[in-house]
């Protein structure tokens, strides 16, 4: 088996297993449902009520699922950049082995295609920079779907089926290159 696959399954699955159980089949009666933020459709059968106040209920909203977020990435870019352009620096400059994110994502023998156009729009001097703001803008982009994740239970369950569909296509083409591999060792053998 591969530890990656299984790994990258895990680490996608199971924040979208997580969060429907939570959003859609926790009960208000459960313990640990403090004030009744999980309560099923809350968002939903209040929205339209002339005194409903989404930041009261706890329920999602721009503020929560995007606003925040989005302070939370620059953020973790601003200090992910003071460790890596300040404290880190030298070690990783004399070090040909130590892994960054950006030296993992863009490897010397593979830096071209768009995405290394793009982060490299303002010159090598700014790349590292670049990444950073192309990177919250992603994480950006991505966090404003999770509002229509809060609010429809069938999406939250396309995203989980196809999370499994990727993973099983991506489980399979492993194991067909792993068997046609051992398949061709064996008539080599032979």
Same mark, same amino acid.
């Given at each position: 088996?591969?530890?990656?696959k299984?790994?990258?399954?895990l680490?996608?699955?199971t #924040?979208?297993?997580?969060?429907?159980?939570?959003?859609?089949?926790?009960? @208000?009666?459960? @313990?640990?449902?403090?004030?009744?933020?999980?309560?099923?459709?809350?968002?939903?059968?209040?929205?339209?009520? $002339?005194?409903?106040?989404?930041?009261?209920?706890? !329920?999602?909203?721009?503020?929560? %699922?995007? !606003? *925040?977020?989005?302070?939370?990435?620059?953020?973790?870019?601003?200090?992910?950049?003071?460790? +890596?352009? !300040?404290? !880190?620096?030298?070690?990783?400059?004399?070090?040909?082995?130590?892994?960054?994110?950006?030296?993992?994502?863009? #490897?010397?023998?593979?830096? &071209? =295609? +768009?995405?290394?156009?793009?982060?490299?729009? @303002? =010159?090598?001097?700014?790349? /590292?920079?670049?990444?950073? +703001?192309?990177?919250v803008?992603? $994480?950006?982009v991505?966090?404003?779907p999770?509002l229509?994740? *809060?609010?429809f239970?069938? +999406?939250? /369950? $396309?995203?989980? /089926?196809?999370?499994l569909? /990727? @993973?099983?296509?991506?489980? =399979?083409?492993?194991?067909? &290159?792993?068997?046609?591999? &051992?398949? &061709?060792? %064996?008539q080599?053998?032979?």
């Amino acid at each position: 088996h591969s530890l990656d696959k299984t790994t990258s399954l895990l680490i996608h699955i199971t #924040p979208a297993i997580i969060t429907y159980v939570l959003r859609w089949h926790v009960h @208000a009666d459960n @313990a640990f449902d403090v004030g009744h933020r999980w309560q099923r459709n809350i968002c939903v059968t209040h929205t339209f009520d $002339a005194d409903y106040n989404a930041d009261r209920h706890g !329920c999602a909203n721009w503020w929560t %699922n995007v !606003c *925040y977020p989005f302070i939370f990435a620059v953020a973790q870019q601003c200090i992910y950049g003071v460790l +890596m352009q !300040c404290v !880190c620096y030298d070690r990783i400059v004399n070090d040909p082995h130590a892994l960054t994110t950006f030296r993992y994502l863009f #490897p010397k023998d593979t830096r &071209k =295609g +768009m995405l290394w156009k793009i982060i490299n729009v @303002a =010159g090598k001097k700014f790349r /590292v920079y670049v990444w950073g +703001m192309f990177f919250v803008c992603f $994480a950006t982009v991505t966090y404003i779907p999770t509002l229509l994740l *809060y609010r429809f239970e069938w +999406m939250q /369950v $396309a995203l989980i /089926v196809v999370c499994l569909i /990727v @993973a099983v296509r991506s489980g =399979g083409q492993f194991y067909a &290159k792993v068997f046609m591999s &051992k398949s &061709k060792a %064996n008539q080599q053998n032979e």
